[in-house]
């Protein structure tokens, strides 16, 4: 067998088993997106695409091969990508609207509807094909879930193909709008970011210090409840440390009743002699005790001298602590201080933080909590679970398991919500499959972040894997689809204008969100840098600031233009096929 009939014996094999398609263009594609050229890669979604297409054009060119897709599969991962992301943005979409002020959000709307006028309105200027538009908003903005829901518009009947042109082939140009304006725009954002500062005669560097020193005073800011991170321990001011019972008054005392008498040091652990008891057991001192002590520096240094020596013994020390919510409940502590909760019931935890409708509060001994607070504490399991029963509530921690009953019901919600249609001027709408999903994930999110017992756990690597692989596999299968026929998108100067629109789409935007919030806003041009990388959805433009300003401070002004555009702009990609 030769070379010749050796391809043509494996593209034959692909053909007739399009799961081994799939796996082929992901197992390709992930590594070929992180291939980095001068910082820019393609990433692992476009890298899939572009291995795809590759495949399903060769099978057909050169051995007349079609590689088809169920297309069951394509709307399955899609709905779970859109869900994901949803799982993602809610958070961040509602409270950062209330706590990062107007600004941010002008600054996003600035830059996703001038991207959508900008290549719509050049589209029909430049007298681009139905679907290119749609690619072209996807790739300038390198979101690719835009392509989705514009192949939900064909999809659904919203979008209706002229004469003469089939709806294989309006897909067909959607990918390709999308190929070439995304490699375009995601070299040249990174590019832009950097250097606005420089651009407009600005010191990034000292830009950066300055953001520093406003923002570095302020109080620690938490993730919220049941988003990624918030069970992060941290630096606490809080230590257990060992000593030996040498006091006579402390004999025959029990734990639980010294915690009363010394709410800010408790003992979580007492070893005596081979044999070591949890607080838990509510053990009773003896002299020659050592007793493991958990409590604020300060009081463990002015006050350790009471118990006796300070000794190194690790069994007394030897405390897992983690981090959990508590979204209280109708208890006798609620309409009480902060202060007061940790003195009657905070054994062994440290109270880091206080949301109210998904909005940090600072966390002071005075702060009244009320119904439908939660209150983040770290401490061991046992203290926890203590605490949170007294606060008629569960604790709730960052787990590996993902409750699938919410996932299913958020889904079937949103399909059933994608299908209803509304017409105007003739002109049908609806939300779409893949849009009602996503909707279902920011309102399922926003309602945890509120409250961490409804919605079930889902961990950060489940939502991750599903937002991954979901829109991998979407587009694996698009490109099955659309090789056979994405050369007849390549006529004429057609590239051209595509690479020009997209160039102009990725640019403008940011570079007018920019001036708005420099001259405008007056903002601190090292996060103004990451509001406008946050607009146009670009981690990697972020990225590039940060380094250019030698500062984190970018990303203060990335997630809230980031999260309002990711939703924006499937609706705008969506009407661009509509309208």
């Known amino acids: 067998m030769n070379i010749s009939e050796l391809f043509g014996f494996l593209f034959g094999y692909i053909a007739h088993n399009p799961f081994v ?33 590759a495949i399903a054009l060769t099978a057909f060119s050169v051995y007349g091969l079609k590689i088809e897709e ?12 859109m869900y994901a992301i949803g799982m993602k943005v809610g958070p961040q979409f509602f409270s950062g609207l209330a706590r990062d002020g107007l ?62 042109m089939t709806l294989d082939q309006v897909s067909a140009n959607i990918a390709v709008g999308y190929v070439i304006s995304y490699v ?85 652990k007492v070893v005596r002699g081979k044999q070591v008891f949890d607080a838990a057991d509510n053990p009773k001192l003896a002299l020659g005790d050592v007793i493991g002590i958990r409590g604020d520096y300060h009081v463990l240094i002015d006050d350790g001298a009471f118990v006796g020596v300070e000794v190194d013994e690790p ?60 209150i983040r504490i770290a401490g061991s399991d046992w203290c926890v679970q203590q605490v949170a029963k007294k606060l008629n509530s569960t604790p709730i ?73 979901g829109l991998s596999v979407f587009v694996a299968v698009l490109a099955s689809t659309l090789g056979p026929k994405i050369l007849a998108s390549f006529q004429g100067v057609v590239a051209i204008k595509i690479a020009a629109l997209g160039a102009t789409a990725a640019l403008v935007p940011p570079l007018l969100a920019w001036i708005y919030g420099l001259y405008f806003c007056k903002m601190n041009p090292a996060i103004l840098a990451g509001a406008c990388a946050g607009g146009r959805n670009s981690t990697s433009a972020m990225k590039g600031a940060q380094n250019v300003c030698q500062s984190d401070m970018p990303a203060i002004g990335y997630p809230v233009p980031y999260a ?16």
């Open 184 to 268: 375009l725009s995601s070299f040249f954002i990174i590019l832009l970011i950097k250097y606005l500062p420089a651009m407009f005669g600005i010191d990034p560097i000292k830009a950066g210090k300055e953001a520093e020193a406003e923002f570095g005073v302020g109080d620690d800011i938490e993730a919220l409840p049941s988003t990624h991170g918030f069970s992060n321990i941290g630096v606490l001011p809080l230590d257990i440390r060992a000593y030996r019972v040498e006091h006579q008054e402390l004999v025959g005392q029990s734990v639980e009743s010294l915690f009363q008498h010394f709410p800010h040091a408790a003992i979580l």
């Open 564 to 579: 309002i555009t990711s939703m924006i702009v499937l609706v705008l990609g969506y009407l661009s096929m509509v309208l």
């Open 315 to 374: 069994r007394a020390r030897n405390v897992d602590i983690e981090v959990a919510d508590i979204h209280l409940g109708k208890s006798c502590y609620t309409g009480k201080t902060i202060a007061k909760i940790s003195d009657e019931v905070g054994f062994g935890v440290y109270i880091k933080a206080l949301f109210r409708q998904g909005h940090q509060l600072p966390v002071t001994g005075q702060a009244v909590v009320e119904v439908g607070d939660v």
């Open 21 to 53: 398609f799939l796996f082929i263009a992901i197992a390709i594609g992930y590594p070929l997106g992180k291939v980095s050229i001068k910082g820019v890669a393609l990433g692992s979604t476009a890298g899939t695409l572009v291995i795809g297409l």
């Open 397 to 469: 921690v960052e787990s590996t398991l993902t409750e699938t009953f919410y996932l299913a019901l958020s889904l079937l919600i949103g399909y059933v919500c994608g299908h209803f249609s509304v017409t105007f001027g003739g002109i049908p709408f609806a939300l779409g499959t893949s849009a009602g999903c996503m909707l279902t994930g920011i309102i399922f999110s926003f309602l945890r972040a509120r409250n961490p017992n409804f919605g079930g756990v889902m961990s950060e690597g489940a939502r991750s894997f599903l937002q991954d692989i």
């Open 103 to 164: 600004d941010f959000v002008v600054i996003g709307l600035i830059v996703v509807f001038s991207n959508f006028f900008i290549v719509f309105l050049g589209a029909k200027l430049l007298g681009l094909a139905p679907g290119y538009a749609a690619g072209i908003i996807s790739g300038s903005y390198t979101v690719t879930a835009v392509m989705g829901v514009a192949q939900s518009a064909i999809s659904s009947g919203a979008f209706k193909a002229p004469a003469g």
């Open 70 to 81: 169920p297309g069951l599969v394509s709307d399955i991962f899609l709905m779970m990508f």
